[in-house]
């Protein structure tokens, strides 16, 4: 695809679009630098609306808004993160059912009056912010890109832990840039003036400008282009990129550098819910419950194992003393210890007690060791599936931003 030239001579013109209105709603916590735009609700949409255009089963006349009363989610229909989603979805037992792959819709068959969509990522934040999706599944990156800082969109859950990368400036590592290693000696290399602009191209127009002029830079232009970016400042089409970055490698086999203070936003997958839909459609909010509880559920669980002992001790207390004197035994809640019975002569007697902690996963073997140091044997570990808190800090702050 041939890239769109965006001139941007004077990146000061933007600080009077209205994209750079006061912060609103959008909020999560890995943003770096990232403004808040206000973008109203469109009004609800009459009949053929795009979802409804790509409907498997197409309505006579599409309902208006206020009419629909299924719930619907839109997942990535291409690229890395659609498997993902999907899997992830399944490890939470909410198995999508897709029967052909050229279908737009599925269903989760245990959340019965859920209807899946598969959509491309910006149109799944565009549909969420225009209520013809009520959910959605998307890198935090896509979300800002397209939101703008939208005051319809809700970030419910913002760390499904996968997509993890971060938008960055990178230039190359020789030439001209060779010295510069900061976004400062970047700012202030003579080079760009009115004239001759420092020259970016970009697949995410609103940050990329919006950084550059929150950065102080004066003389900008834009390039949009949507892939192999990395190739363009070797190609002379621009002299410097901003561009997701995972690993590294691509830029690293490209002669390209990040430089300090040039990461624009960190992100992963997120649940995103549109506003409206939550404060009206009915059965959004409990799904967005369900679908909250169990994605925490099973991402707390994740890093999580259980560890089971058995200790020789005088009483449950005894053994609780010894268990919890050790830094990494301390559990969820503290152990839960409990008397393993034995029949001896005839009688049943209480020689050993069971010890059950939960420990970080990564601090596994430190577990054990400290386990056996206190007279622990017979340890067995256990993957867990899903820890269920009392109440998800998701939901309550979920609430609050609702004012509900
Ligand atoms: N290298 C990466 N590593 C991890 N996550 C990434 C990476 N690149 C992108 N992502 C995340 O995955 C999302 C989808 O990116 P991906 O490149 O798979 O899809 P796409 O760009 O829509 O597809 P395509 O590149 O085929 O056009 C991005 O919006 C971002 O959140
Ligand atoms: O830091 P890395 O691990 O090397 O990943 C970064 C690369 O991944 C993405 O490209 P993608 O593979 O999606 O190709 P695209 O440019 O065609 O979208 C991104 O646009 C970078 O080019
Ligand atoms: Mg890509």
Redesign the pocket.
Known sequence: MSPMLATLPDVTAVLHSPSASPPSGLRAPAAVGMGMARTRFLAPRAAASAASAVSAKPAAVAPLYADRTVVRIGL?S?????EQTLSLLKSCQLSVRHLNPRQYTADIPQVPNLEVWFQ??KDIVRKLQSGDLDLGI?????VSEYGQGSDDLVVVHDALE????RLSLAVPKEGIFENINTLEDLANMPEWTQERPLRVVT?FGYLGEKFMRENGFNHVSFLAG??ALESYPAMGMADVIVD????GT?LRENNLKEIDGGVVLE???TLVACRRSLHKRNGVLEITHEMLERLEAHLTATGEIMVTANMRGNSAEEVAERVLSQTSLCGLQGPTISPVYRSRDGKVAVEYYAINVVVPQKSLYKSIQQLRSIGGSGVLVTKLTYIFDEETPRWRKLLLELGL
């Open positions: 990535p291409k690229g890395r993160m659609s491309r990522p998307v890198g935090f990156d896509i996968f997509g993890h990368c697949g949507d892939g997701l970055v995972s690993s691509t992100s992963q997958a």
